[in-house]
């Protein structure tokens, strides 16, 4: 079977995964007690993530360990550093590291952000599903999910499912 890569991420209505600052302040707004969105099932399939530096250092700076400890993990940045546990420091060029990563056995590849490496990814077709978890609040600016002019990318809905919160999710396959 050939091995996925996929996004599961959060925006807002008009299409911002954090303010101009970086912050997910925002996202507070479904917080309800015993409710993931889907998020401890999907991550059960996950063996690898890739992520960009901002975010990882984002959920750093929040105070918590680093949630993937359990998986092989790449940050996608431009200075070298040591690893820390299973997180590697990746300078390489992120297209390439997870077309290897596809060819290799494993499960799910999580890209867990930035906009920056969604981007990448999208742009060089390596992307095979989305989950975008819609916030129900406009900022009104922010860092922008997705780019502005590149090619059309067809999606097929695999599913849509609203939650009493107002978050409506929306599972995408990534027509290649």
């Known amino acids: 079977m050939k091995r996925k890569a996929v ?6 209505i008009d299409g911002f995964i954090a303010t101009t600052d970086g912050d997910l302040s925002f996202l507070s707004a479904v917080e309800k007690e015993g409710e993931d969105y889907g998020y401890a099932a999907f991550i059960s399939a996950v063996d690898t993530v890739v992520l960009g530096k901002k975010t990882y250092d984002k959920v750093i700076a929040m105070g918590y360990p680093f949630p993937h400890a ?5 940050i ?3 200075t070298s550093k040591e690893a820390v546990g299973s997180a590697q420091f ?7 590291l997870v077309k290897q990563l596809k060819q290799q056995e494993g499960r799910t590849i ?3 952000g ?8 999208l742009q060089a077709g390596l992307i095979d599903e989305l989950y975008v978890s819609i916030i129900p609040v406009l900022l009104g600016s922010g860092i922008a ?7 059309m ?10 939650f009493d919160t107002g978050l409506v999710q929306l599972h995408y396959k990534v027509q290649q």
Request: aromatic share 14%; no cysteine; net charge neutral.
């Open 90 to 96: 990746y300078t390489g060029d992120v297209v390439e």
């Open 153 to 162: 990318q067809k999606m097929k809905l695999l599913q849509a499912k609203s």
């Open 145 to 151: 999910l997705f780019e502005q002019h590149y090619a």
């Open 7 to 12: 996004v599961f991420i959060a925006a807002s």
């Open 76 to 78: 996608i940045t431009r």
């Open 114 to 121: 930035g906009a920056y490496v969604v981007n990448r990814l």
């Open 70 to 74: 359990d998986k092989e993990a790449y």
């Open 110 to 112: 999580f890209v867990d």
